[in-house]
């Protein structure tokens, strides 16, 4: 076979092969998703159990430290029942009232710091089922996607030998090339070219309908080894089977052998039809003759 014959044989077989492993390929990224958010959920949980408990033990500094601040207030107020001079008194007195003022402060931290524990709680708890519904989804996309592997893996793993053996039949460059324009155009690697106009010369790539020379048409019709890639698009240019020169003059000599064998075939019959005829011709003469002889009798 041509080379561009077996390019495109390479070509219908990768575009079955990529077609297939696209459909595994979105199942697999379908779940991959469902496993990032599944991870990121449960670090999203992990960070807020940790901020919860680091609240907590705010919260429980903030009560050790309001307590102490108590036991300091209850102390003085005693010093303050036993001073003996003035001074004292209204040392104790100052002390007392900033304590005061820092245990308001205190409470008021605690509070706030409290209302941060539930509201990570309760973020917490979201999480914990969101995380639960997640696992659900992702057992879902796990099983669409042993559905699916279930459904093509056997297809895929012969047309990928198949793709393989056709592989082989093409030289390592041009095989190379054909690899580039495949990722490149995303398994649409062959264009063929189309005759806008033959007489006048006007032909156009297939896919992206840019104009293909007229030497490029004349080399592929001359030669199905040139490996011509489309100035626009990159894709590798071909002529169909029906348009190829050595195609058209087998198929019309096809035509013609059939032309010629139903001449042949209806001559026969003619000539049969001829030999019908001439046989009938002589039964009536001897008909007729009977009947002579007879009415002379």
Do not use: W
């Not at 010369?201 to 490029?216: D, L």
Request: glycine letters at 2%.
């Amino acid at each position: 076979m041509a080379l561009l014959d077996n390019l495109l044989t390479l070509h219908r077989v990768d575009s079955q092969v990529r077609a297939l492993s696209s459909r595994v390929g979105q199942a697999k990224i379908y779940l991959e998703a469902q496993e990032k958010l599944l991870t990121l959920l449960e670090k999203q949980k992990v960070e807020l159990a940790t901020q919860s408990r680091q609240l907590q033990a705010s919260v429980h500094g903030l009560e050790l430290e309001q307590t102490t601040a108590s036991e300091r207030v209850e102390k003085l107020r005693n010093e303050l029942n036993t001073s003996t001079n003035d001074k004292q008194y209204k040392a104790i007195l100052n002390e007392m009232k900033v304590l005061e003022t820092r245990k308001d402060e205190i409470v008021k931290r605690a509070v706030d710091e409290m209302q941060r524990v539930e509201e990570t709680a309760k973020r917490v708890e979201v999480h914990t089922a969101t995380i639960a519904e997640r696992l659900k989804i992702r057992e879902v996309a796990k099983g669409k996607l042993a559905e699916c592997m279930s459904d093509v893996g056997e297809r895929l793993a012969e047309l990928e030998n198949e793709r393989t053996r056709a592989a082989d039949l093409i030289p390592e460059r041009d095989r190379m090339l054909f690899d580039r324009v495949a990722d490149l155009t995303e398994g649409q690697t062959m264009a063929e070219v189309t005759i806008v106009d033959l007489r006048h010369r006007e032909f156009a790539c297939g896919e992206c309908n840019i104009e293909v020379p007229f030497e490029t048409y004349a080399r592929l019709s001359s030669n199905s080894d040139s490996v011509i890639q489309c100035k626009s698009c990159a894709r590798i240019l071909f002529l169909a089977s029906f348009n190829r020169p050595e195609e058209k003059a087998k198929a019309a000599k096809l035509e013609k052998a059939d032309s010629d064998r139903v001449k042949a075939d209806l001559k026969a019959e003619v000539k049969a039809g001829l030999k019908d005829d001439a046989k009938a011709e002589r039964a009536l003469r001897a008909d007729k003759a009977k009947f002579e002889k007879t009415r002379k009798l």
